[in-house]
């Protein structure tokens, strides 16, 4: 399969990696100040574009894949308040995208279970509950995409929790996410509900970048020829 890479850093070199173990051909690789690059023939002959980019330069990165007319899968955070539009795009100009907070199988295990654990949760009204997340200092978003997943299904059982807050809880309705940058650190992600007289918790603690760029490759093979808005709930069976 013909492949293009949107956001050619780390994560951008860790999916070309696994794009050509995996049989692909890189067409076309598109990193800051190069976005000439999506008018080029390269990148109108790939069959789904893989972007891992910046929040402020995320929405003009799909903008100019879907004037190729070529499928984007993409795990940059920090873009949503624009969602409407990609999903008009989709809806209306036939285009295709498949976003996730996080392409990590072992995060989307996490998500399931997190929600299945706030459906009980919901009804002891004891324990408080809230979340951190730790990533390197280079991230420009907080709290991350991922986090703000977790809050959501945690929002969506737990009754007593009205909305998530960032770093700080101003009363009892709010759900707090406390963001931390360190390092160099992948990503660690931790629920955690709290009583007078036990904790309960949940962690995910990445070991370093590969997993999530092998989801967003499986992500970008099942996306190759389908039309429309798609996300991991699409992808996975669970």
Request: proline share 2%.
């Amino acid at each position: 399969m013909n492949i293009a890479i949107i956001g050619y850093g780390k994560m951008g070199h860790e999916i070309e990696k696994i794009c050509r173990e995996r049989g692909h051909t890189i067409v076309c690789t598109i990193d800051m100040n190069e976005e000439d690059k999506f008018e080029s023939d390269e990148f109108k002959s790939a069959q789904v574009a893989i972007e891992f980019s910046s929040p402020d330069s995320a929405l003009n990165n799909y903008r100019r894949a879907f004037a190729a007319n070529v499928p984007v899968v993409s795990g940059t955070t920090g873009w949503l308040d624009n969602i409407d539009e990609v999903k008009q795009a989709c809806e209306r100009d036939g285009q295709t995208f498949f976003y996730a907070s996080n392409f990590s199988l072992g995060v989307n295990i996490l998500f399931a279970v997190n929600k299945y654990l706030a459906n009980i949760m919901n009804d002891f009204t004891e324990y408080n509950v809230h979340i951190e997340e730790t990533h390197h200092i280079h991230k420009l978003d907080a709290p991350s995409g991922t986090a703000i997943t977790i809050a959501e299904g945690i929002l969506d059982s737990v009754e007593r929790k009205k909305h998530w807050k960032l770093d700080k809880q101003d009363n009892n309705d709010d759900l707090q996410i406390n963001s931390y940058r360190k390092d160099e650190v992948p990503g660690i992600h931790t629920i955690k509900y709290e009583s007078e007289v036990d904790t309960i918790e949940l962690t995910h603690d990445a070991k370093s970048r590969k997993g999530f760029a092998l989801g967003a490759v499986v992500a970008a093979e099942f996306t190759a020829g389908k039309k429309g808005f798609l996300g991991m709930e699409d992808l996975l069976p669970f």
